[in-house]
């Protein structure tokens, strides 16, 4: 018998060779035809070109002979508290639940929503900068490379403007070739005030810049130097500093952006930066930043049949690169394309996290992009003082807690009561954290970071958990993002079935980190946890409800109340006849409410949803309408139905980053799955290729998306049949798929595949890669 297996190997590895010898895993660049083109002109900034190398954004724009570029900062905030200073440590949740249970809820309302109606706290826009070239140059269009992230103005000459910001240096720089600009203008916000660049008058708006009660700018200039500095609040100021250099036919412009944040002589630093950029030249810079970009693209990719589609995943994914680095501030509600339109941005461009950061930073670990995504996780993991104080001055627990809605520094913003006070939006956070661990399977971030972090919110919430009658673990106060907005009604009884599931979705993560870093007391305290929050509250049919009485009445546009199913992964197409039954019964349930009450995320969300739960068309369904109707024409997703077709009664405009998030992270659930069907228990994922593709996406392919457990996945689907995969593990143990190939039988490059039910499985040591074909 050795002998025989001895003789068999080589031939094996003959055969193999032959067969998985031509296949190619490295990520594709963008194609050139998935760039995003824009016909001129372009009128308003929030259909610009976006651009951004993570601290700084911006965007192009503009008309005729007028070339805009809006300018922005992550960091650049008025912290300005609106109200008593440290007003949740006088206004407590245990207060604020005796008032609830009084059914005094104007007081409450008082307490929590008022703070947010003031104009600070809020990110700050950085004004922008407006070239004007001779009156017979007229731009014809605008172009966002995205394989070298540089923005492209295209005229009716052969004049061009390139614009980069700089991946590796905190510069930005300008090329204008093949004409000489009349006039370079550097404008303060409010010069741009003053221009009457006036945004909508919407319930989202900021309301106008001049409220904010700074002073004039000062202006300055010296040789073809000009800046400005403004003073903000709380000892901020920040300087935008432009300098320009004629080389031949070209005008080179180098811009930067910096702060007190940055030196205490932060003028100075601005000088010499775009000093260095300008001696450097464009073309030297270029190199460095097109090498970055070419690693960033590297990491993964997908082609998908659906041109519109793919276009939109591209970008979203360049997003990542332009808006999110490890050391930067994380994206806000739009990132680092702040409103530059004379008024501040929609909802204080702040951070929500009742749905926004969270999906905002949904899509990050699957395509790979784990520096950008590590962003919003050193944001919180740096706030951990901040937010251990705020646990125990408003909740008055241990642990901690970050507010459902807060500013750059941690600082809660309040807003409607419901939900920017709700603990469990902690929770949810955390699983950002557990995610991160799950698919790079990197030890020392559990250790360090992810188990500290999220056992940190697991006290919290055992702080406020009491047990009833029966011995269930209920919070003093539960709620359910946004039913019934804030009104009374908002109070829902504890716990509602959200609540509910970003505890249970807790507990079982931090039961699985627990177990991992074998600390086994500590994953059976989270596991009883877990099991006393009791059941999910469901109708006989299995319909999910909003809390243990209250069906869900109407449409809505936060799917808070089925967020088990996604993206908790708490209720599985896998999970037996139970489970089955509360999703089929919760979709029919929302198919029946319609999508009147919908926005553009929501679309989003229930696409990444459906492809979850194995539902491929309704998937694809929800991606299109997404795709056709809450997009405004630079791909940046708007809240409300621009088309007015009818998919939403919601058709204003306000701009905000999680709806792309979730769409890209819908056309990545289609192609890949890896999910535990056994919450809390490790080493139980289990890959799933082409899981929810959808009939007409019949060729498709993806490289290197990963799986969780840190595994790298290639795959090649042709005529509706996959035709060739493989894995790559980064961790030695055992790698299982699901046989979802039609009846297809695998011709594996290994010899060790063995077959338990529908799942394969094989051993792989680090590094160690296993191929099929069909």
């Not at 966002?144 to 614009?163: H, M, P, R």
């Not at 749905?355 to 944001?379: K, P, V, W």
């Not at 089929?584 to 009147?596: E, F, I, M, R, V």
Request: aromatic residues 12%.
């Amino acid at each position: 018998m050795r002998k025989t297996k001895y003789l068999l190997l080589p031939l094996f590895l003959i055969n193999t060779f032959w067969v998985f010898a031509q296949k190619s895993e490295m990520p594709e660049l963008p194609k050139p035809c998935y760039n995003l083109v824009l016909q001129a002109p372009i009128n308003t900034w929030d259909e610009a070109i976006p651009l951004g190398n993570g601290l700084m954004g911006g965007l192009l724009w503009g008309e005729n002979n007028t070339i805009r570029l809006s300018l922005d900062r992550g960091d650049l905030w008025d912290d300005r508290t609106n109200g008593p200073a440290e007003w949740w440590k006088e206004h407590t949740y245990q207060k604020g639940a005796d008032l609830i249970a009084q059914k005094k809820y104007e007081v409450v309302n008082e307490w929590w929503n008022s703070p947010y109606d003031g104009v600070t706290p809020t990110k700050l826009p950085a004004g922008r900068i407006e070239i004007k070239l001779p009156v017979s140059e007229i731009v014809k269009k605008f172009e966002l490379n995205l394989a070298t992230a540089e923005g492209i103005s295209s005229f009716n000459s052969d004049a061009a403007i390139k614009v980069m910001y700089s991946a590796t240096q905190p510069i930005i720089l300008v090329s204008i070739k093949g004409t000489l600009p009349d006039s370079i203008n550097l404008l303060s916000t409010m010069d741009v005030y003053r221009r009457k660049h006036l945004g909508e008058n919407s319930p989202s708006s900021g309301g106008s810049i001049n409220n904010l009660g700074y002073p004039e700018a000062e202006k300055g200039k010296s040789g073809t130097a000009q800046w400005y500095i403004q003073q903000a609040a709380n000892g901020l100021k920040y300087c935008v500093y432009l300098q320009s250099k004629q080389i031949n036919n070209e005008t080179l412009l180098a811009i930067t952006i910096t702060s007190t944040n940055d030196a205490s002589d932060f003028l100075s630093l601005a000088s010499k930066r775009c000093a260095t950029a300008l001696q450097k030249g464009y073309d030297n810079i270029q190199k460095t930043h097109v090498q970055w970009w070419k690693k960033f693209w590297e990491q993964s990719s997908v082609s998908i049949p659906d041109t519109v589609t793919q276009k939109e995943y591209d970008l979203v994914q360049y997003f990542y690169g332009a808006a999110s680095r490890s050391d930067t501030p994380p994206m806000p509600l739009q990132g680092v394309w702040t409103a530059d339109n004379g008024t501040l941005p929609p909802w204080k461009g702040d951070y929500h996290n009742d749905l926004n950061t969270q999906m905002t930073y949904m899509a990050y670990q699957e395509a790979g992009r784990f520096d950008e995504g590590a962003s919003y996780l050193n944001f919180l993991w740096d706030r951990r003082k901040v937010f251990q104080d705020f646990a125990r001055d408003f909740y008055g627990t241990g642990g901690l807690a970050c507010p459902g809605v807060m500013s750059y520094s941690g600082q809660p913003l309040g807003g409607w009561g419901q939900y920017s006070m709700s603990p469990t939006m902690s929770a949810w956070s955390a699983h950002l954290f557990y995610l991160h661990w799950l698919y790079t399977a990197d030890k020392k971030f559990l250790k360090e970071k992810a188990y500290p972090w999220c056992s940190g919110v697991g006290e919290c919430m055992l702080g406020l958990l009491k047990p009833d009658e029966k011995g269930i673990l209920r919070l003093p106060l539960s709620s359910s993002p946004e039913i019934f907005d804030d009104s009374p009604q908002a109070w829902l009884k504890p716990n509602s079935n959200f609540d509910l599931m970003c505890l249970k979705m807790l507990f079982l993560s931090l039961k699985a980190m627990a177990t991992a870093s074998n600390k086994f007391a500590e994953a059976k305290k989270w596991s009883d946890a877990a099991s006393a929050l009791g059941d999910f509250h469901t109708k006989a049919d299995g319909t999910l409800l909003v809390d243990a009485v209250t069906e869900l009445p109407y449409s809505h546009r936060h799917l808070s109340n089925i967020i088990g199913l996604y993206p908790f992964n708490l209720v599985t197409a896998e999970g037996g006849e139970k489970d089955g039954q509360i999703i089929n019964a919760s979709l029919k349930k929302w198919d029946s409410l319609g999508t009147s009450q919908w926005c553009g995320y929501t679309f989003a969300w229930m696409s990444c949803l459906q492809a979850r739960v194995g539902n491929s068309e309704a998937a694809v369904k929800n991606l299109d309408v997404f795709v056709k109707a809450f997009l405004l024409r630079n791909g940046f997703h708007a809240n409300g139905d621009q088309t007015r077709s009818g998919y939403s009664d919601f058709t204003y405009r306000p701009f905000t980053l999680e709806g792309n998030f979730l769409a890209s992270q819908a056309v990545q659930e289609m192609l890949l799955q890896s999910w535990s069907p056994t919450p809390g228990k490790i080493n139980t994922g289990i890959i799933r290729i082409f899981p929810s593709i959808p009939k007409k996406w019949a060729n498709a392919s993806f490289n290197n998306l990963r799986a969780e457990g840190g595994y790298k996945v290639s795959a090649i689907r042709k005529n509706n049949k996959t035709t060739w995969f493989s894995i790559v593990a980064s961790k030695a143990g055992i790698v299982k798929i699901k046989d979802d190939f039609d009846r297809q039988k695998p011709r594996w490059s290994l010899p060790n595949v063995q077959k338990d039910s529908n799942v394969y499985e094989v051993n792989l040591a680090k590094g160690q890669k296993v191929e099929a074909t069909f």
